[in-house]
């Protein structure tokens, strides 16, 4: 049986004794059998591991039995008690009934005694498991739109008798609400008609339903807004444990994500309004802190100051990185103007930036005589995806691929409008290797200053102009002395040397031969 059991006691060998039997009975198999042998001890246990089940003695040194209980009630209010102790203590029983005590065993403890008393708890506890965990399934539709009104009201002033007589008993025994939303739902619903909506909420309800059933979570109720509710009955450390196995489970089984929000832990049905509250406000920094994860306090969490004075600097950094190809300048301004560090964290903020980005990336391109939207064929209202997004993360994904593939596309448009520069260059030298050329009139005809062509020269060819033009001069040359009727003195000057010697020097720099030599190499 899925019950956990804890024995408190300081006596070793009464401990040793009492574990066994417990451990041993034939009418409960507990799940697992747990000693401590101080008060201290067992509260440390009951933090680490849920209990159902205390035996404790009452006579301890330091913390009495009965103040360890105390403890272990304010821990964990459905925990089952059991005071052992002599006859001499008899006297502590009506206190033990007013700590809410599950019974009294006298030492030494009789077989039958506590066998009957284990089995009356095992069955105690599983009545209250069942009546928790088919809460959902008596709750008529009525009763949940009641809950709900409830739920969704401002600040109630005070709670309907019948929402009270809904909700005591899930509060008696310690409860929360969580609230639990469909990661991306817009877009997933999009394209759906009604009917595969319906059935699509159908199955993703089903689905929670199950679970909590099944893991003894709690009560589920379908919001209006595709959200759900669920009344958590088990203690606060073990609900999260489960909400977070949901989230899990979920991803598993859909291959697409849950985000839960929890409020606090309250055994007051009234105050399940402000635990309902606190759930919403958890689940509406997802915007901030991501999905596919459980967020137990918005509290913690505070906006940032508003903008800072520097973003306009680090906007136009990110838009000169975008225009270099240098993708990873670009990430880092994403990240620090939407990552964590980030002093967004409104949506209109963001947004409010994203369109001042897109306007002035749209402006400096239009000076390149480029257009944003032809050069990554968006329609005209692509950017309105953003505004579907749910998550900041959600939105530097996006942005950091649509930027990298802009950045890509004009590095690749520059380089092929360069690399037609080059070929216009060499046609022109080429046409004119009978004339002194030089980088200052090439430059001039194409329209650009000497530097700025040399260095892109360089960049493009990986020579210097001067080298590229002496290389073409010298492959013409060998061309023309290819031809036996050619005067070298002829060649020399057909390619723009005017002096022999220059060009015998020049030539056997290349070739490693005179001119003359050459044509004897080749047998011309």
């Given at each position: 049986?899925d019950?956990?059991?804890?024995?408190?006691?300081?006596?070793?060998v009464?401990l040793?004794w009492?574990?066994?039997?417990v451990?041993?009975?034939e009418?409960?198999?507990?799940?697992?059998?747990?000693?401590?042998?101080s008060?201290f001890?067992?509260?440390?246990?009951?933090?680490?591991q849920?209990i159902d089940?205390?035996?404790?003695d009452?006579?301890m040194?330091?913390?009495?039995?009965?103040?360890?209980?105390r403890?272990?009630?304010?821990a964990?209010?459905?925990?089952?008690?059991?005071f052992?102790?002599?006859?001499?203590?008899?006297?502590?029983a009506?206190?033990?009934?007013?700590?809410?005590?599950?019974g009294?065993?006298?030492?030494?403890?009789?077989?039958r005694?506590?066998?009957?008393?284990l089995v009356e708890l095992?069955?105690?506890?599983?009545?209250?498991?069942?009546?928790?965990a088919s809460?959902s399934?008596?709750l008529?539709l009525?009763?949940?739109?009641l809950?709900?009104?409830w739920?969704?009201e401002?600040?109630p002033?005070?709670?309907?008798?019948h929402?009270?007589?809904?909700l005591?008993?899930?509060?008696?025994?310690?409860?929360?609400v969580?609230?639990?939303e469909?990661?991306?739902?817009t877009w997933k619903?999009e394209?759906m008609?009604?009917?595969?909506?319906?059935?699509?909420?159908g199955k993703?309800?089903?689905?929670?339903?199950?679970?909590?059933?099944?893991?003894?979570?709690g009560?589920?109720?379908a919001g209006?807004?595709?959200r759900?509710?669920?009344?958590?009955t088990?203690?606060?450390d073990?609900?999260?444990?489960?909400?977070?196995?949901?989230?899990?489970?979920?991803?598993?089984?859909?291959?697409?994500?849950?985000?839960?929000?929890?409020g606090k832990?309250t055994?007051?049905a009234?105050?399940?309004h402000?635990?309902?509250?606190?759930?919403?406000?958890?689940l509406?920094?997802?915007?901030?802190?991501?999905?596919?994860r459980?967020?137990?306090?918005a509290?913690?969490?505070s906006?940032k100051?508003?903008?800072?004075?520097?973003?306009e600097?680090v906007?136009?950094?990110?838009?000169?990185a975008?225009l270099?190809y240098?993708?990873?300048?670009?990430d880092?301004?994403?990240?620090?103007?939407?990552?964590?560090?980030s002093?967004?964290?409104q949506?209109n903020?963001?947004?409010?930036?994203?369109?001042?980005?897109?306007?002035?990336?749209?402006?400096?391109?239009?000076q390149?005589?480029e257009h944003l939207?032809?050069?990554?064929?968006?329609e005209?209202h692509?950017?309105?995806i953003?505004?579907?997004?749910?998550?900041?993360?959600?939105i530097?994904?996006?942005?950091?691929?649509?930027?990298?593939?802009?950045?890509?596309l004009l590095?690749?448009k520059?380089?092929?409008?360069?690399?037609?520069l080059?070929?216009k260059?060499?046609?022109y030298v080429k046409e004119?290797l009978?004339?002194?050329i030089?980088?200052n009139?090439v430059?001039?005809?194409f329209g650009?200053t000497p530097?700025?062509?040399?260095h892109?020269?360089?960049?493009?060819?990986n020579?210097?102009?001067?080298?590229?033009?002496?290389?073409?001069?010298?492959?013409?040359v060998?061309?023309?002395?290819q031809?036996p009727t050619?005067?070298?003195?002829?060649?020399?000057?057909?390619?723009?040397?005017?002096n022999i010697?220059?060009?015998n020097?020049?030539?056997?720099?290349?070739?490693?031969?005179?001119p003359?030599?050459?044509?004897?190499?080749?047998?011309?």
């Amino acid at each position: 049986m899925d019950i956990n059991i804890l024995l408190v006691d300081d006596e070793a060998v009464d401990l040793e004794w009492l574990r066994r039997r417990v451990a041993g009975n034939e009418h409960v198999d507990f799940q697992s059998v747990r000693t401590a042998s101080s008060g201290f001890e067992a509260l440390k246990i009951m933090e680490q591991q849920s209990i159902d089940v205390v035996l404790s003695d009452i006579r301890m040194p330091i913390m009495s039995g009965m103040e360890f209980v105390r403890k272990a009630k304010e821990a964990n209010p459905q925990v089952q008690v059991v005071f052992i102790s002599g006859h001499q203590d008899f006297g502590f029983a009506k206190e033990a009934i007013q700590l809410g005590a599950s019974g009294y065993l006298l030492k030494p403890v009789d077989d039958r005694e506590l066998n009957d008393m284990l089995v009356e708890l095992a069955g105690k506890i599983e009545r209250e498991r069942q009546q928790r965990a088919s809460l959902s399934e008596t709750l008529s539709l009525v009763n949940q739109e009641l809950l709900l009104r409830w739920f969704h009201e401002g600040t109630p002033e005070q709670i309907d008798s019948h929402v009270r007589g809904l909700l005591t008993p899930v509060a008696s025994g310690g409860s929360a609400v969580a609230l639990v939303e469909v990661d991306d739902l817009t877009w997933k619903l999009e394209g759906m008609d009604e009917g595969e909506r319906h059935a699509f909420i159908g199955k993703v309800a089903d689905y929670i339903r199950g679970f909590a059933r099944d893991n003894r979570l709690g009560t589920v109720i379908a919001g209006h807004d595709h959200r759900f509710v669920v009344l958590t009955t088990p203690p606060e450390d073990e609900a999260k444990a489960l909400l977070e196995r949901l989230i899990q489970s979920f991803y598993q089984s859909f291959a697409f994500s849950i985000t839960v929000g929890t409020g606090k832990h309250t055994t007051q049905a009234d105050e399940l309004h402000h635990s309902y509250r606190q759930a919403k406000a958890a689940l509406s920094i997802k915007w901030i802190v991501g999905k596919n994860r459980l967020i137990q306090d918005a509290s913690v969490w505070s906006p940032k100051a508003k903008m800072a004075a520097d973003v306009e600097e680090v906007v136009n950094r990110m838009l000169q990185a975008m225009l270099e190809y240098d993708l990873v300048t670009v990430d880092d301004c994403l990240l620090e103007l939407f990552g964590g560090d980030s002093p967004l964290s409104q949506k209109n903020e963001i947004y409010d930036l994203i369109i001042r980005i897109n306007s002035k990336l749209h402006a400096e391109l239009q000076q390149m005589n480029e257009h944003l939207y032809d050069i990554l064929k968006w329609e005209s209202h692509q950017p309105l995806i953003l505004f579907q997004f749910e998550t900041v993360h959600d939105i530097i994904s996006w942005l950091r691929r649509r930027f990298f593939e802009l950045s890509e596309l004009l590095y690749l448009k520059r380089q092929k409008q360069k690399r037609g520069l080059i070929h216009k260059i060499t046609d022109y030298v080429k046409e004119r290797l009978d004339q002194k050329i030089t980088l200052n009139e090439v430059a001039a005809h194409f329209g650009f200053t000497p530097n700025y062509l040399g260095h892109l020269f360089k960049a493009e060819t990986n020579r210097l102009f001067s080298d590229f033009l002496n290389e073409l001069r010298m492959k013409r040359v060998c061309e023309l002395l290819q031809d036996p009727t050619k005067k070298i003195y002829e060649i020399a000057d057909q390619v723009g040397y005017k002096n022999i010697i220059y060009f015998n020097r020049q030539f056997k720099q290349y070739a490693g031969v005179t001119p003359g030599e050459y044509r004897k190499k080749h047998k011309v």
